[in-house]
């Protein structure tokens, strides 16, 4: 079973890290400070060690509920939701963060199955590039996070 986070508000660090030694000590070094509430396991890591291998280490260390960021995970197809969800469940992570912008489909597919899975789903649908939205000169609708995120939650 997912561990839950333990508050409404806190702080999560990224762990977009480029080695072990620097995983070990930003972690090490925040686990028990007040207000870190878990932590963001990013790709750069993942594809290192292996999304299993590198949630096995981080328990070494912690006890924080642990997000698997994809880097995007949400707008493929959604048959890969069941799939996606079932590794990354395997793996024991506790959460996944989902930007399934590809519509209300692959909304349904990856929190659905995140649900299921007993995965705290975290969704989003913006980053913070100037030209990601069409007003800035992007391709994805001003709207598509709100929209996401109101059919996330339903």
Do not use: W
């Amino acid at each position: 079973m997912a561990r839950a986070f333990e508050s409404d508000l806190g702080i999560v660090p990224a762990l977009d890290i480029d080695s072990s030694d620097q995983l070990d000590m930003v972690v090490k070094a925040t686990t028990n400070v007040e207000g870190v509430v878990g932590y963001k396991l990013g790709l750069t890591t993942v594809l290192r060690l292996g999304l299993a291998a590198a949630v096995e280490h981080l328990r070494t260390m912690t006890d924080l509920p642990i997000l698997y960021d994809h880097q995007k995970a949400g707008p493929d197809m959604p048959d890969m939701a069941k799939k996606f969800t079932g590794v990354c469940r395997d793996a024991a992570v506790d959460g996944l963060i989902l930007f399934p912008v590809a519509g209300p489909t692959a909304v349904d597919g990856f929190v659905g199955e995140a649900v299921k899975a007993g995965l705290i789903p975290v969704v989003g649908g913006e980053i913070p590039v100037p030209d990601y939205g069409v007003s800035g000169g992007g391709y994805l609708t001003d709207a598509a996070l709100d929209r996401s995120l109101a059919r996330g939650v339903n």
